[in-house]
């Protein structure tokens, strides 16, 4: 049973924008007090953590994504988001959502993912 859905990838031009969104299918309890993390893997690459989101909302980003993009979470919805701004082409990658990795609730089971292209 999937967790984490992801949604709202696309292929854009360099310079473009997408919003990711990702819903949590289980407890309210446990979305609402934990980080939360954006991943991503590109062709050919190991899946990078690309930004972590606590449970109150403190962001942190990998340098690569850093001013470009925001993580924003809705404990209303049980939704996380990814607003990417400035696409670049290396930003080409599936992105997936999970727990962070030092973190007990951490499964290395992902789901679908959703499918950001970048590309002219």
């Known amino acids: 049973q999937a967790q984490f859905v992801e949604s709202g990838g696309g292929a854009v031009y360099p310079g473009g924008s997408l919003r990711l969104s990702c819903v949590f299918s289980s407890s309210d309890r446990i979305f609402r007090q934990n980080p939360i993390s954006w991943y991503r893997q590109g062709p050919g690459m190991q899946r990078e953590l690309v930004a972590s989101i606590s449970s109150y909302e403190i962001a942190n980003y990998a340098p690569s994504v850093r001013g470009r993009f925001t993580i924003s979470r809705d404990n209303e919805k049980n939704t996380l988001y990814l607003q990417m701004n400035s696409l670049k082409l290396e930003d080409t990658a599936i992105y997936y959502c999970?727990?962070?990795?030092?973190?007990?609730?951490?499964?290395?089971?992902w789901g679908q993912g959703a499918q950001v292209t970048v590309g002219s």
């Open positions: 999970n727990f962070p990795r030092g973190i007990s609730l951490f499964k290395d089971t």
